[in-house]
Every structure is written in structure tokens, then in C-alpha cells.
């Protein structure tokens, strides 16, 4: 059976009001569209991520060997308050020509869509300070395993670098936890007084979306990173960089989705020779052939073109 997504958990947990204005502002974030998701009724709860397991030998009769034991560490998931309101002048949205309810709906889709671009990158970049957001959740970032499970693609100019996430969506790998029991809404409009520059009084509508969003990252073997992607020459995305990669992850447990942005996929597609009888231009990838099968390549404009060479 398959784990159910960010969206499964909110439509089971939300009005369809709010299930359909999520769904239409998520179709730009595969990350978030796509991802394994489950609840939790607080707010943040503890893994045990075993980070190492004991060496295990054999022994002779009438000799004993080391007391062995895993290795483990233990990471708290929290999740994090995204509560952005939206306000218009209540004489505005009264005088739209298909009423107020149309137009409160366009601004709730317009902040939703916001909200929801906003945690693609958390999902990525987490809580640094220039490519995600300072008061977000730990995203891939803060979580993957920055000594062992990286390629270096070498690149040398700053500021103009980009990253490929390898993903393992899974119960003990990546998936994003929602708090409150699934609480996801955007809240009903009601009337209040909000007073100009001037302090002069009005009428308006306010609204609220309200989400608790966290990412839990189970393994220290459940994401790696492609860096240093740049546009220096010969330092792009190749197949090379991506089989370095798929040969971190361990036997059994490869990744399920590769992301990346447009810009990477084009170097991808650029750095192949095509091979057809017409002379046709090499295609566009859209799967790596990775040791257990294919991985599926998601672009996502949620990976920034323009990160720095130490990020």
C-alpha cells in the first residue's frame, strides 16, 4: 500500500474549501505534492536513527569476543507554525463583479500559493537564513549527512552553484509530518476595523491559512547531495555525477526520487551525446537507471540557481 501524501493527510483532515485551494497552489512543488506524509497530535516527537551498526565476528571455543551495539543517535522533529493572514478592504472585494466570495477566493489561492512555494524551499534549504527561511523547520540542509553521502561537482564560481537532492520518501526515511492531527485551513473570512497610514478607520475581511509543517529525515542514509553545480565549464550536471552519487547509498536502500532545477536538467540533457540514426538532439531525462530500477527526476523551482560554494 502506498504511503500517503502531504495532500492524502490534508484532504482527510481539511474542508474542501481548503482541499482544493491547496491542491491547485501545489502542482509547482513536487516536493510537497508528492511527498509521504503522516501526522502527529503534538507538535514535535524523537527518532532513534541508528548511525552505525556493530562489527560482528566470529570466535573460537573457550574464547569470547567484544560486547558489540549499534550506534545511535537520537534527533527531535518538530514541527513549525506557518500562519500567514491575508486582509482586503471589505468595500473592494464587496464590489467585485462576481461577489465577495470570488474575490476573497483568488487572494486566499494567491497567499496559499505563497505558503506553499515557501515550504518547497524549507524542504530543501530548511532554516538558512538566505535560501529558506530563518524561523522554518530543518530541511535536507540541516539534515543529510554532509561528510559521507555528497559529490563535489567541482564547480568555482560563487553565488552561481545549484544542488540535486537524492530522496528515500519513507516511514523511517523522508517524509513530512503535519502537527495538530493534520490541522490545515485557511479559516473562514470575518469582518474587522484596520485603520490606514493616517490612522483612519475601514472595514475589511480577514483570513488566515494555518499549517504546522515539519520534514523527518530517519537516516542518516535517506538523502544525498549533488553541490558545487555551476556554470564554470565541464562543471554541470552529468551521468557521472549521478551514478557517484547512487553508488553512496547503501545495497537495498536507494533512493526513490531525484530533484533538481531546470537549469541542472538541461546541463543533464546537454552532456549527452545522441545517438539516434537522424541525428536528433539527446532527450529530455526524465528517470535515472539506478541499481535497483528507475528513479523518477522531478524539476522543482524550489532548488536555487544561485547558491554559494560553501552552502
Request: glycine share 10%; hydrophobic share 40%; aromatic share 8%.
Amino acid at each position: 500500500m502506498p504511503m500517503p501524501t502531504f495532500l492524502d493527510v490534508i484532504k482527510l483532515n481539511g474542508g474542501d474549501r481548503e482541499v482544493g485551494l491547496i491542491d491547485e497552489a501545489s502542482k509547482a512543488v513536487p516536493e510537497v505534492r508528492l511527498g509521504g506524509a503522516r501526522t502527529i497530535r503534538g507538535l514535535n516527537y524523537k527518532t532513534n536513527v541508528r548511525t552505525a551498526v556493530p562489527v560482528v565476528g566470529f570466535r573460537k571455543a573457550n574464547e569470547g569476543t567484544p560486547v558489540a551495539g549499534s550506534t545511535f543517535e537520537q534527533r527531535l522533529i518538530e514541527c513549525y507554525l506557518m500562519n500567514p493572514p491575508f486582509e482586503c478592504d471589505k468595500a473592494v472585494a464587496d464590489a467585485h463583479e462576481d461577489g465577495p466570495a470570488v474575490y476573497l477566493a483568488t487572494q486566499a489561492l494567491g497567499i496559499t500559493e505563497g505558503a506553499f512555494q515557501a515550504l518547497g524551499r524549507a524542504f530543501f534549504y530548511g532554516s538558512h537564513a538566505t535560501f529558506g527561511k530563518a524561523d522554518a523547520f530543518p530541511g535536507l540542509l540541516q539534515a543529510y549527512d554532509a561528510v559521507n553521502l555528497f559529490v563535489d561537482a567541482g564547480g568555482t564560481t560563487d553565488n552561481v552553484a545549484t544542488s540535486v537532492w537524492a530522496v528515500r520518501w519513507g516511514v523511517q526515511d523522508v517524509r513530512w509530518v503535519l502537527g495538530e492531527g493534520g490541522r490545515a485551513e485557511v479559516t473562514d473570512p470575518v469582518e474587522v476595523r484596520l485603520v490606514d497610514g493616517s490612522g483612519n478607520p475601514y472595514m475589511a475581511y480577514h483570513q488566515e491559512l494555518y499549517l504546522r509543517p515539519g520534514v523527518q529525515v530517519g537516516s542518516v542514509y535517506s538523502v544525498g547531495r549533488i553541490k558545487k553545480i555551476t556554470t564554470d565549464a565541464t562543471k554541470g550536471l552529468t551521468d557521472d555525477l549521478i551514478d557517484a552519487l547512487m553508488a553512496m547509498f547503501p545495497a537495498g536502500r536507494p533512493p526513490n526520487a531525484i530533484f533538481m532545477s531546470r537549469r541542472s536538467r538541461q546541463q543533464w540533457k546537454d552532456s549527452r551525446t545522441a545517438t539516434s540514426p537522424t541525428g536528433a538532439p539527446a532527450p529530455w531525462p526524465d528517470t535515472v537507471d539506478g541499481p535497483e530500477g528507475q528513479i523518477p527526476v522531478l524539476t522543482t523551482d524550489s532548488i536555487s540557481n544561485i547558491e554559494t560554494l560553501v552552502l
